[in-house]
């Protein structure tokens, strides 16, 4: 292996950009250095004079290297880490699911007072989007029943308690949205 050909596996092995004290003993033991009186120096001397495959790392201190063939693969992975993070961002900004069931049977609760014939369909709505709980909860009230859902200690299972001690079990991952019902 020549001594270019070691200092890129070097760089390549120690992730494109390394520092000159991480890149010496990789590169010397990868390639031919015997005839070097200073090895070191040689390997600086490479990097200099082989701009087209190693340049000195703009955004790091005074001794650090890289291949020049990292930079875009840099460059895509800092846009990506960018990008990801505005999408998280957005998310965050995202009503859940539960937020909006909740609201949907606070609102159902008021509407009942005025009218009743309506909430059939939202109770059919409740059940086509695989929220039985909410359906329950929404019985619950127009029963005048008290409505309180509790997680065991395991969180594997959702129980609804009526005052009435009646016992509904729901599976944790019931909450989500199934259109194809």
């Known amino acids: 292996m020549t001594q270019k050909e070691a200092i890129e596996e070097a760089l390549h092995r120690l992730g ?4 000159l004290g991480d ?36 955004d790091k201190p005074k001794g650090w290297w890289e291949l020049t063939s990292f930079q875009e693969e840099i460059a ?8 990801l993070t505005e999408e998280i961002a957005q998310l965050r900004d995202v009503k859940k699911e539960d937020d909006f069931v909740r ?7 008021n509407l009942y007072k005025h009218e009743k014939a309506k909430i059939e369909v939202i109770r059919q709505i409740l059940y086509k ?13 127009i029963e005048g029943k008290e409505y309180k859902p509790t997680v065991n200690i ?3 299972l959702i129980m609804n308690k009526n005052v009435d001690n009646e016992v509904n079990g729901v599976a944790a991952g019931a909450t989500g949205i199934n259109i194809n019902k």
Do not use: H, Q
């Open 16 to 19: 494109g950009r390394a520092r």
């Open 23 to 58: 890149i010496y003993p990789l590169a010397i033991e990868l390639g031919n250095f015997s005839r070097s009186k200073d090895k070191k120096a040689t390997i600086r001397n490479c990097l200099l004079t082989n701009l087209r495959y190693f340049r000195p790392s703009p």
């Open 76 to 83: 895509s992975r800092d846009m990506r880490i960018r990008e």
């Open 103 to 109: 609201r949907l049977v606070r609102e159902t609760k």
């Open 129 to 141: 989007v695989g929220r039985s709980d909410a359906e329950e909860e929404l019985d619950a009230w």
């Open 154 to 156: 395991s969180g594997d």
